[in-house]
């Protein structure tokens, strides 16, 4: 299994307030990946990084924002946490661009609710 | 716009039964990846293959077939001879080529299959 962890995996927090949302890989694969899981919507990209510092948005970025100041540390922070923003969060990593290696590893996921 | 679709929102099959999941996608890139991924009732999600849009062959393991057709835009996954423990949500998901050189996935939004006993 590839070497990704999330912490914390379960999380409870209240309106307006800020959180963070660590993924850790030790895989040393270049491309991180969030995304936010909800009933009926399957997965949706929050954010990717394809190197550090290197950081793009996906379909759901609003209300988001990512760092990557090193290798293994991909962070989400959800700047002022609101109601939609509760669901489950995943972090993938990918080695490769392509061909080859560029199916996506996930980490066990981070259960967040915003009351 | 890229785009996946999984019709089948959920299927139930009786246990040793043989089941087919659809995926139909929509994409603007030449060279493109296809994925299934399962995700159990415990929930993490599991890679089960990839496939490349310059390669058709189709594939087999073990009770698991894909079948990549590039004409149809599809590429379906069946299960012959089902198993409970194959219960689960699977996914389907597709590159999409990024303007910095890598790629983003889109996912479709799942079927649920349940295999009765």
């Known amino acids: 299994d590839a070497g990704i962890t999330q912490s914390p995996r379960h999380k409870v927090t209240e309106t307006g307030t800020p959180v963070t949302l660590r993924c850790h890989q030790t895989?040393?694969?270049?491309?991180m990946y969030w995304y936010r899981q909800d009933p009926g919507h399957g997965l949706r990209l929050i954010h990717y990084s394809y190197g550090v510092k290197d950081t793009d948005k996906g379909e759901v970025s609003d209300g988001y924002s990512v760092s990557r100041s090193k290798t293994e540390d991909f962070l989400l922070t959800l700047e002022s946490a609101t109601s939609s923003q509760t669901s489950v969060y995943f972090c993938?990593?990918?080695?490769?661009?392509?061909?080859?290696?560029?199916?996506?590893?996930f980490g066990p996921g981070t259960r967040l609710t915003v009351t | 716009a890229q785009k996946v679709t999984q019709a089948q929102t959920e299927i139930s099959v009786v246990e040793k039964e043989d089941v087919t999941l659809d995926c139909v996608y929509e994409t603007r890139d030449t060279t493109y990846y296809l994925f299934w991924y399962k995700q159990p009732p415990s929930g993490e999600l599991v890679f089960l293959i990839r496939?490349?849009?310059?390669?058709?062959q189709n594939e087999i393991s073990g009770r698991y077939s894909w079948n990549f057709q590039k004409s149809t835009s599809s590429f379906n996954f069946t299960i012959t001879a089902s198993q409970v423990v194959d219960s689960a949500v699977y996914f389907c998901?597709?590159?999409?080529?990024?303007?910095?050189?890598?790629?983003?996935?889109?996912f479709g939004t799942g079927t649920r299959l349940k295999v009765l006993a």
């Open positions: 998901a597709l590159s999409e080529s990024t303007t910095s050189g890598t790629y983003k996935y889109i």
């Open positions: 496939r490349n849009s310059f390669d058709e």
């Open positions: 895989e040393n694969h270049r491309y």
């Open positions: 993938a990593i990918s080695e490769s661009s392509g061909p080859r290696n560029v199916e996506q590893y």
